[in-house]
């Protein structure tokens, strides 16, 4: 077997053992409650599993992967490399901040534009708030462990695989769509976008793979510069405990918060969310393609 | 540093197997507790807290078999130098300390499905602990660097039975009032309520981090005159 077949054997081995426990596992809970659980108001407990086991699955098939096709244990991204890359470690707790900071310039000019920034923001009680603030990016280290499970399937196994077989930029962007429908039993089940939208639930999962295009693009970025899967980790924790709604609820009035959670979460998505992630993403993405210059002899 | 880290798992892989088998079995008894009775989330907390104690117990493990003068020599003679030999104690903590974070939380969604509860949760005490213990073992491993596990585990003992002396005078003739029919789940949470103890909390695992890192420095330089005077 040629090494290109041999790779896309395994990338395909990959996805199906990705794929398969997550969609059993979304629709046994499904139907465990009688429900959609992303919308259930009695599957708390359902959606915690589902978002704590479920992200852990790509790394299991990474595992697998490796066990089944006998590839070994070459090339795991698994070293720290702090060495010299402390920038983009940085980047990784850096970025999502200023997602969140970008978007909540967003939310404010575009849909609260009738308040003043003392209505949308009080001051009172700022010392608690920042101190919440503070301990919800570091107490997001509960959710470090699930998003090192994704990472190291994706960033650390897939991406690799894909870039071997077609080249960066298309990689970037294939990697990006597999990834976005992995979330499609999760989009179906109500989880981002709810069920009441139009084109449910295929503009959800179409939205999704948007997102999973740019957020890849700064993830793989972060990976390769590092030769290690942490700083994508610590940007995926960051991305999923720390998003934008969080920072409003805890800084912003009862008003703003109950004007935030009126606007159609699409719409929401799409005005707010995706602009500062897209943003990282054409940047990253430009970085990716950037080549390096010779060294000098 | 993979051999070393592997070399080190070994030494300590006796301690390791009864701390996760003790939070297991924690984590059943806590389990069993809620089948009798009302939800008990003072026993899940103490789930969170024992195998991080228990670590900072059993860590001078991880030095005992490096202290001869030969091994440091040799040690000092590979590729990794000694500054390898400080750092995957350093590496190795670190990790050991996430491992049990992870169990902890495994230990913790394993409960919740059980109980069906999410408030059943107590994994904010393990993430607090998960720091407490960095604290902790940043405090120490200099002292153990310098004079040795027994030495630098005696240095230990002693500042401990201070603290819980300490401890007890206050519960002997200090306001304990706070203290009483409460569980300890519900105290934990209980301190989240003042500014003081937020920004506390919130400031730990920055503490923590640096002290750590700062520690790894103060030791790089213990190492050296410890190594002077290991038995041969």
């Not at chain 1, 053992?17 to 407990?45: C, H, N, Q, R, W």
């Not at chain 1, 009738?114 to 570091?138: C, H, N, R, V, Y």
């Not at chain 1, 602009?275 to 990282?280: H, I």
């Not at chain 2, 969604?109 to 005490?125: L, N, P």
Request: include cysteine.
């Amino acid at each position: 077997m040629s090494n290109k077949s041999l790779t896309i054997r395994r990338i395909v081995i990959f996805c199906v053992l990705a794929f398969l426990p997550v969609a059993i596992m979304v629709l046994l809970m499904d139907l465990y409650y009688g429900e959609l659980i992303f919308v259930s108001e009695k599957a708390t407990v359902g959606i915690y599993l589902s978002g704590m086991l479920g992200m852990m699955f790509p790394a299991a098939a990474n595992l697998l992967t490796r066990l089944i096709t006998k590839e070994g244990m070459g090339n795991n991204l698994l070293a720290l490399n702090f060495k010299g890359h402390g920038r983009w470690y940085a980047a990784s707790v850096l970025a999502p901040l200023g997602e969140v900071a970008v978007a909540a310039v967003l939310l404010c000019t575009i849909y609260l534009n009738g308040m003043s920034f003392g209505e949308i923001f009080p001051a009172d009680g700022l010392s608690d708030k920042t101190a919440i603030l503070l301990f919800q990016i570091e107490y997001s280290m509960i959710v470090f462990f699930p998003a090192f499970g994704e990472e190291w399937g994706w960033r650390g196994y897939l991406m690799p695989k894909l870039s071997e077989v077609m080249g960066k930029p298309a990689a970037v962007v294939v990697g990006g769509v597999i990834w976005g429908l992995w979330h499609a039993p999760l989009t179906i089940s109500g989880h981002n976008f709810g069920v009441d939208y139009p084109g449910y639930p295929f503009v959800g999962i179409l939205l999704m793979c948007v997102l999973c295009i740019a957020d890849n693009a700064f993830l793989t970025l972060l990976t390769e510069k590092t030769g290690s899967i942490y700083p994508a980790s610590f940007f995926h924790m960051l991305n999923n405990n720390c998003s934008m709604l969080v920072f409003l609820s805890i800084f912003g009035s009862p008003q703003a918060v109950e004007a935030a959670n009126g606007i159609p979460t699409v719409q929401a998505f799409l005005t707010i969310m995706l602009p500062p992630t897209v943003l990282l993403g054409a940047g990253s993405f430009i970085l990716l393609l950037k080549k390096r210059k010779p060294d000098a002899c | 540093m993979r051999g070393l880290m592997y070399k080190q798992l070994m030494t300590f892989r006796a301690p390791a197997l009864m701390i996760i088998g003790l939070q297991l079995f924690l984590t059943a008894t806590a389990m069993m507790s809620f089948a009798e009775n009302e939800l008990n989330q003072g026993f899940i907390a103490v789930s969170m807290v024992v195998p991080f104690v228990l670590f900072s117990v059993t860590n001078g493990e991880l030095f005992r078999y490096d202290e001869r003068e030969k091994w440091c020599s040799f040690a000092a003679s590979t590729p990794q130098t000694s500054k390898g030999q400080v750092q995957v104690k350093y590496y190795f903590t670190l990790a050991a300390n996430s491992v049990i974070l992870f169990v902890c939380m495994l230990c913790d969604a394993v409960y919740m499905a059980f109980v069906g509860d999410t408030s059943a949760s107590s994994i904010s005490v393990g993430v607090m602990f998960f720091c407490l213990s960095l604290f902790m073992n940043a405090l120490e491993y200099p002292f153990f660097f310098r004079f040795g596990s027994d030495h630098g585990g005696q240095v230990k003992g002693a500042s401990t039975w201070a603290v819980i002396l300490l401890i007890l005078i206050y519960l002997l003739f200090g306001d304990i009032s706070f203290l009483l029919n409460v569980n300890l789940a519900e105290f934990l949470l209980g301190l989240f309520s003042s500014t003081a103890t937020l920004w506390t909390m919130a400031l730990l695992p920055v503490i923590s981090l640096v002290l750590f890192y700062l520690s790894y420095l103060v030791s790089l330089k213990m190492y050296r005159k410890g190594m002077e005077s290991y038995e041969q």
